[in-house]
């Protein structure tokens, strides 16, 4: 979750200490997959808004604001 966060937040600025502490949990190759994972949901994300997608009932709980 905090990388999807630093992610989202300034991409550019992801702290180094984040970095370590995947390094303990994960290997490079899983962290190149959570990084695309993090890359494919922005872009979908972005498809959605602009498309003007629904959003799926289930996930109204996580909306902002009221749908």
């Given at each position: ?7 989202s937040?300034?991409?550019?600025n992801i ?32 498809f ?19 749908v």
């Open positions: 979750m905090d990388l999807g966060r630093a992610i937040r300034d991409p550019h702290p180094a200490d984040l970095y370590d502490t995947l390094k303990e949990r994960y290997t490079t190759e899983q962290i190149v997959l959570l990084i695309s994972f993090a890359g494919i949901m922005a872009a979908t994300n972005l959605n808004t602009v498309a003007k997608v629904p959003l799926d009932e289930v996930l109204y709980k996580y909306a902002k604001k009221e």
